[in-house]
């Protein structure tokens, strides 16, 4: 059994030199544990190999035994101590920092921000976002709010992450081709900040589920491809009197608001009363869209949600940003309610 005990130390030594991972270690020990076991079950008692590791099974048994419990006592331990400690956690009305350690260092380069501070990093992590479409648009913008640390992020697509996606549609990778859009944006979102809850749905948004899915967020940002689902949005968005920031592209140019009627700013029907014809507004499939072009729609969606969260600036309210990227022009036009608007008219 010596020689046993010593190659094992002699394993746990060579690694500890070489600094390989504890788990590594443990598990080439267990091994030598599980070849020395199966020695004494298969073998006659009389071979040597038998007689050499100690004869019977039994004080291998005992022992490996033994061990796991005193892992199983000391991951218990673990367990109910980090048990302990969540129940500890200062709440938001509490005079501690909202904020772990880890946290207030990820957040840094906002809090000194005047416009921001702690207080506005505080609205983010209380914040609940949701955003519609996990594709071009809403891949930049789901990055942005979870490396801003909103502490809530919804995402609702119906869709699978395609090959043609990857051009634009920096969310998602090659390895997560036929994966829904959904699943792909929860784990980029959780690999970039561990520190956020997100909420995938995996579905078609339709006008039933609308309501009560937005009832539960503060902010709604729209970056579906369709104006069916942009409408159906606008509609929830005005009967809950949720700001909606809504952005579109195509080819070279895009453009984004922040409608809400709720502020006497107009709705997004206000501004398109009707979907145009299909050879007027053709999708990005068939028009083509420059790959950057959507981040830099969606960044700028992330921002304006930024902004509107921590009342920081001035945001789009009332106002619709256009940018022309084949020619590095923007500019601004100023929007009006519409008296006659079959969604937001009878709340004017």
Not at 62 to 69: D, E, F, H, K
Not at 74 to 92: E, G, M, S, V
Not at 236 to 248: G, R
Request: hydrophobic letters at 45%; aromatic letters at 8%.
């Amino acid at each position: 059994m010596g020689f046993v005990f010593f190659l094992m130390a002699v394993v746990w030594g060579i690694g500890h030199f070489l600094k390989a991972p504890q788990r590594l270690r443990l598990t080439l020990i267990a091994i030598i544990y599980g070849a020395v076991v199966s020695i004494h079950l298969l073998l006659p008692i009389e071979a040597p190999l038998r007689q050499n590791t100690g004869g019977s099974v039994a004080y291998w048994l005992i022992l490996g035994v033994v061990v796991a419990a005193v892992f199983g006592y000391r991951k218990l331990l673990t367990i109910l101590r980090l048990r302990h400690a969540d129940q500890n956690q200062p709440t938001p009305d509490s005079d501690e920092s909202p904020f772990s350690d880890t946290e207030l260092d990820r957040y840094a380069r906002h809090i000194v921000m005047r416009e921001i501070g702690g207080l506005g990093q505080k609205r983010l992590k209380d914040a609940r976002v949701l955003v519609i479409g996990a594709g071009g648009l809403g891949s930049p913008a789901l990055l942005y709010l979870a490396a801003a640390g909103v502490g809530t992020i919804g995402v609702v697509d119906d869709d699978v992450v395609d090959n043609s996606n990857l051009q634009r549609q920096v969310l998602h990778t090659d390895a997560r081709i036929d994966m829904p859009k959904v699943f792909s944006a929860e784990a980029a979102l959780r690999a970039q900040n561990p520190h956020i809850m997100v909420k995938p749905y995996h579905r078609r948004l339709t006008a039933e589920m609308a309501q009560d899915l937005f009832a539960d967020y503060d902010l709604i940002l729209d970056g579906c491809d369709n104006f069916d689902t942009r409408y159906l949005v606008n509609a929830a968005c005005v009967d809950l009197s949720k700001p909606l920031i809504s952005a579109a592209m195509t080819q070279w140019e895009g453009q984004i608001s922040l409608y809400d009627p709720a502020s006497d700013a107009p709705c997004y029907q206000c501004i398109f009363p009707t979907a145009p014809a299909p050879e007027l507004a053709p999708s990005c499939a068939a028009a083509g869209v420059v790959g950057p072009l959507p981040g830099v729609m969606g960044a700028m969606m992330a921002l304006e949600a930024i902004k509107e969260i921590t009342q920081a600036g001035t945001g789009l309210r009332g106002e619709m940003l256009m940018y022309d990227a084949l020619y590095a022009e923007s500019r601004k036009i100023k929007l009006k309610r519409r008296a006659d608007c079959p969604c937001c008219g009878a709340k004017a």
